[in-house]
């Protein structure tokens, strides 16, 4: 099963993969993206998101297309974690492009910006396409606050400009209400952040 975790940034999607990862139990494999650290076209993404490369952080599609590459050099790693494992979940996948990207462009998820992803992420780069997508379903202004807690309590965790934007991780999440609504790609799970989450009803989900 390759299994998704979508949400805005400060969400809780790493904490929520870290439980379900414990709730699994048996062979998990991770992955997270962007792969900073890792991938050259992460790093490059990290750097328009913080102002050190000019104005290429205002291209939606060229930003896009950053992503995209990033997860077409992890490919092969995960089609090799779905041969090896029982699960693979991932931390943000296509869906973020195609509801950031869409939202940057005051479009919905039905709009010509997130059909060209599908076609550039899955028919031209051969993506996987989920088994599974789980939106970690917060509020805007909750999700910035979470993410204003890390910045100030992680010293790597400085956020970036589309973090800081609350127009824009609203309209990001109305995207993503839309994409899970229409399963765009795969089914959709809608998981409440607000509230405690049965992981055990969660792993038999995922499984």
């Known amino acids: 099963m390759l299994v998704v975790i979508e949400g805005l940034d400060g969400a809780g999607k790493r904490t929520l993969a870290d439980k379900l990862t414990a709730e699994l ?34 291209s939606v599609h060229g930003m896009a ?26 931390d943000r996948y296509v869906a973020s492009n195609a509801a950031y990207g869409a939202a940057r462009l005051h479009q919905d998820a039905r709009g010509r910006f997130v059909e060209w992803v599908r076609e550039i992420e899955i028919d031209r780069f051969g993506l996987p396409v989920p088994d599974l997508q789980l939106l970690l379903r917060v509020s805007p202004e909750l999700a910035a606050t979470r993410s204003a807690h890390r910045e100030r309590t992680e010293s790597d965790r400085a956020r970036d400009d589309w973090e800081s934007d609350g127009g824009l991780q609203a309209r990001c999440a109305a995207v993503y209400d839309q994409l899970a609504e229409d399963g ?13 989450v049965d992981f055990a009803a969660l792993a038999k989900l995922v499984c």
Not at 31 to 58: K, S
Not at 65 to 83: K, V
Not at 184 to 196: A, E, F, K, N, Y
Request: no cysteine; charged share 25%.
């Open 25 to 58: 139990g048996g062979s998990v494999g991770r992955l997270a993206f962007p792969r900073y650290g890792v991938d050259v076209h992460a790093d490059l993404v990290r750097d328009a998101l913080h102002g050190r490369l000019g104005d290429l952080a205002d």
């Open 184 to 196: 765009w790609l795969s089914p959709w799970h809608i998981v409440d952040g607000t509230s405690t």
């Open 65 to 90: 297309m950053l992503f995209a590459l990033d997860r077409r050099g992890a490919a092969e790693d995960i089609r090799a974690d779905l041969a090896r494992h029982d699960v693979v979940l991932l």
